[in-house]
């Protein structure tokens, strides 16, 4: 397929604006398949996996191709949930379009404004489909002025339906003036998109001034290409995929208005921080993006790859990353929902799948030529978690299966994170929310049979003192034989936060010899890590050993190990012992009608606002910081009270000290 003839689009937008829907009724159009499936039924082309036919809409993102007026049409469904946002947002590098669906009869939320300011973001040419004809004037017209104000008012409609709302009118291509249309004028919208595309040529402008004469979609090609990768248009169509009205229409649109692979914006590649420009040409270097990894239970990996430059054949040698040791292409794929057709070639402009590539993760650069082994994309801004789960294997002896699983369920999706917490030996799955999470643990026990019980990740709290003291230990054993003897004299001081330990010798005259003061640090060391009064590591604190005895015969290391540890915990326990928690800095981005709301909520829970900023209209940024401990169901709260309209991201500040009731809570549970 020649790539003047390849349009690569993504279909995104909040849930239940009939993404799926709408593409299965291209695929029919277009003659792709025989029967038009249905969501409710479970028989759509893009969800056919096991959790989108449950839960009624989009889980995966789904590619699927379809043929037009001699156009491959390259489309993505992605899924709208708010909780999966990063399932969509990881294939924009796949497409030169963004497509953002829009049902008139929802209020267009914060994952449609998400969508659509990260489009911007990747430099991706922009539309806006009006998914829904059968809805009164007067709503059709307050929707385009939300769209003018959430999205600027360089969206234009570039079609309109009609009166009755059974069919919609051209206003670019053929705009045909007598037809009554139910919202504005097919000639005033023909001539405000004219007006905004010749905005981008002067020479063009100044002929149309001049001569006045109309000019011919041949002449507004290059302008509205241009006008649409400096986001100076943003075209809107109408269509309903229920009654087929405007689909072919935008169809059309798609293949002869959308830009083609090298006509869109250039990927956002880098080489040691500097942009590199890729020519989408077959005869070059070849360069390659991984945008997605599934794992098939029969097939194993799959590696869905968008080829910028150059091309992949199977039985290709390329690299991946900075690694120097090539692979060899097996197989290459093109996939429609469940069902695959083998290629032997991927062009430039075009995209593939790679099956049993197990070196291959997303977001790899594949290449074939070292002269590209440090280039990569530029770093996607995935959402930050915001809901965590601690898992442990219901089965004993499955903790190395949980950590296999879990490394293939993160690999398939970007906005997982997986950890292990040292100190509280702890597996965490972080994610979006409760949704997110239960649809990762849904899959680990239907496709991988492993079952985990979970839990709230433990908080980790800290201890410190908040004064000097001071205490001395000895330590004497003598049971027959060779015995043990000890003694430690130290001081103990405060030291400001995020100093973490201080160990000072000031032993002298021999009074512990040198070799043994060593054991005296490492019983202290053993004390740090086992805590004082909450079973909590203890830290930024000075510990001075200045005096002891010892025994010619008995004082042997273990004798010093002890007596330092309980010397320690002594001065310890006289120097005002508190238990240190961990306080968040949190940023929100909340409608502002529910700023009140939201701020009243985290005072409640011993939050601090420290500052609000207007975002847009709509939406208004909080600043405030937060105990970790009144955030463990966060993301339930944030969106009972936001109705899922709001997010919010957090990093550790600091430590401060716990007030009396958490103390002595978190010591009662010790």
């Given at each position: 397929m020649p790539i003047n003839k390849i349009r690569n689009i993504a279909f995104v937008g909040q849930t239940g604006t009939g993404k799926t829907t709408l593409i299965e009724k291209l695929l029919h159009t277009c003659q792709a398949t025989r029967t038009l499936g249905k969501v409710e039924k479970g028989d759509t082309i893009t969800d056919f996996d096991a959790q989108s036919i449950q839960y009624q809409h989009s889980i995966e993102a789904t590619p699927v191709t379809m043929r037009y007026d001699k156009h491959r049409l390259n489309i993505i469904d992605t899924p709208g949930q708010n909780e999966l946002l990063g399932r969509a947002l990881s294939v924009f590098p796949a497409v030169e379009t963004s497509a953002l669906i829009i049902d008139p009869q929802q209020p267009i939320t914060q994952t449609s404004q998400r969508l659509f300011a990260f489009a911007q973001e990747q430099k991706k040419c922009q539309m806006i489909i009006i998914n829904k004809l059968d809805v009164s004037a007067s709503k059709l017209s307050q929707l385009l002025d939300e769209i003018s104000d959430k999205f600027g008012d360089y969206c234009l409609p570039i079609n309109l339906p009609t009166s009755d709302g059974k069919a919609v009118v051209d206003c670019f291509f053929e705009p045909n003036m007598g037809v009554e249309t139910l919202i504005n004028d097919v000639e005033a919208a023909h001539e405000t998109l004219i007006d905004q595309v010749i905005e981008v040529d002067e020479e063009l402008m100044e002929l149309y001034l001049e001569q006045g004469s109309e000019l011919t979609p041949q002449q507004l090609h290059d302008p509205f290409e241009e006008a649409l990768r400096t986001g100076h248009i943003i075209p809107i169509c109408f269509v309903s995929a229920e009654t087929g009205a405007g689909v072919d229409l935008l169809l059309k649109t798609l293949s002869e208005i959308m830009p083609m692979p090298n006509e869109g914006n250039p990927p956002l590649l880098e080489k040691n921080g500097n942009k590199v420009k890729v020519n989408c040409e077959t005869l070059e270097h070849t360069v390659a993006h991984v945008y997605k990894i599934s794992v098939d239970p029969y097939m194993g990996k799959l590696a869905y790859v968008r080829v910028f430059q150059g091309e992949i054949n199977a039985g290709s040698q390329l690299y991946v990353g900075e690694s120097n040791k090539a692979f060899k292409v097996g197989h290459l794929y093109q996939l429609q929902g469940k069902d695959r057709t083998e290629i032997h070639q991927a062009l430039a402009g075009d995209s593939?799948?790679?099956?049993?590539?197990d070196e291959l993760e997303?977001?790899?650069?594949?290449?074939?030529?070292?002269?590209?082994?440090?280039?990569?994309?530029?770093?996607?801004?995935?959402?930050?978690?915001?809901?965590?789960?601690?898992?442990?294997p219901i089965k004993r002896g499955d903790e190395q299966k949980l950590s296999d699983v879990l490394n293939k369920i993160a690999s398939e999706d970007p906005s997982l994170r997986i950890e292990h917490r040292a100190r509280t030996n702890e597996t965490i799955i972080c994610g979006q929310g409760e949704f997110h999470l239960k649809v990762a643990l849904e899959k680990m026990q239907s496709v991988y049979k492993l079952e985990v019980e979970t839990s709230q990740p433990s908080v980790e709290y800290y201890e410190t003192i908040t004064k000097p003291a001071e205490a001395q230990y000895r330590h004497k054993k003598q049971s027959g034989g060779a015995g043990q003897f000890g003694e430690v004299h130290l001081k103990v001081a405060p030291l400001e936060r995020g100093s973490g330990f201080k160990f000072i010798n000031k032993v002298v005259g021999g009074a512990i010899p040198t070799a043994l003061v060593p054991a005296v640090e490492k019983g202290i060391k053993q004390a740090l890590e086992e805590g004082a009064i909450s079973g909590n590591p203890i830290k930024d604190i000075e510990v001075t050993v200045f005096d002891g005895k010892y025994h010619s015969v008995d004082s042997k290391e273990i004798a010093f190990v002890i007596a330092g540890k309980k010397a320690f915990l002594t001065a310890v326990q006289e120097a005002g012992p508190i238990v240190l928690e961990p306080i968040v800095q949190m940023e929100l981005a909340i409608p502002t009608q529910y700023v009140g709301d939201v701020s009243g909520d985290l005072s409640g829970n011993r939050g601090l606002i420290e500052g609000t900023e207007q975002i847009d209209a709509n939406y208004t940024l909080l600043q405030a910081k937060s105990p970790i401990n009144e955030l463990q169901d966060y993301a339930r709260r944030l969106r009972s009270i936001t109705g899922g309209e709001g997010s919010f991201s957090m990093s550790l500040s600091h430590y401060e000290p716990a007030p009396p009731s958490v103390q002595n809570q978190v010591c009662a549970e010790a």
């Open positions: 593939c799948v790679l099956a049993k590539v997303f977001d790899s650069i594949l290449h074939d030529s070292h002269d590209e082994d440090d280039v990569e994309l530029k770093t996607l801004n995935f959402p930050q978690p915001m809901y965590s789960l601690c898992l442990k």
